[in-house]
């Protein structure tokens, strides 16, 4: 459903990605695997619309998107959660919500009933501000609001980085959900291998500026990870 090919792209003179090429099965997990800096966060970005491509081609549904603003791919189906939570602080937790909840009331109070059932923590804070939550509970808010779009491709940017263990189980737990259940694809950029491995069906290796190793999760081989993940 997702195909990126030939991705380039570079900050100012230094060329970050150097032809990705990368496909993701519909309604599975891909871990998107690499070292610190190797560009994970610049390609989810570049999936996305958020930075602008050198060269290459994003094929969604048989469509070329690689020139389209991220708000037209957020409406074809595109969700994106940052790195690093960015939430509104000082606006409360419904507040934060209610950004990219649907206009109409009907669809709204359906899609925040179903967005409370799955992360229950939310309704209990609703009026708190989003900077009093944990770190792991504004990872589950920015999660949340990116899931009130209704994407088809949910693209996760080190969800449980930085997140007390109890809630990486909870978020482990929601991905597997939201692929097993409700058919969506994602493409996850993960650091913690002990992650990848549960939540992933498919991992992708980012090594400079290309995917220089895929396959099933399970096949992901010891030498793979001892050349291009060991630190
Ligand atoms: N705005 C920018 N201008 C210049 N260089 C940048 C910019 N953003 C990122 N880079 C560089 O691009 C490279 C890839 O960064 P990126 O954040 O995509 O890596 P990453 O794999 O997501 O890293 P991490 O695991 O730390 O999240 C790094 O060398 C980084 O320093
Ligand atoms: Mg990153």
Redesign the pocket.
Known sequence: MLRASQIWQRYGESAILRGVDLTLAPGKVTCLLGR??VG???L?RCLMGLLPLWKGEILWKGKNLARLSPEKRARMGFGYVP?GRQIFPLLTVEENLKITLPARKTERERTRAELYAYFPVLKEMARRQGGDLSGGQQQQLAIARALALGPELLLL??PTEGVQPNIVEEIVALVRDLSRLKGITVLQ?EQKLSVARRIGDAYAILERGAAVARGEMDALSDADVDRYLAA
Request: avoid cysteine; charged fraction near 30%.
């Open positions: 610190n800096g994970k966060t610049t989810l790195q940017d080190e950029a």
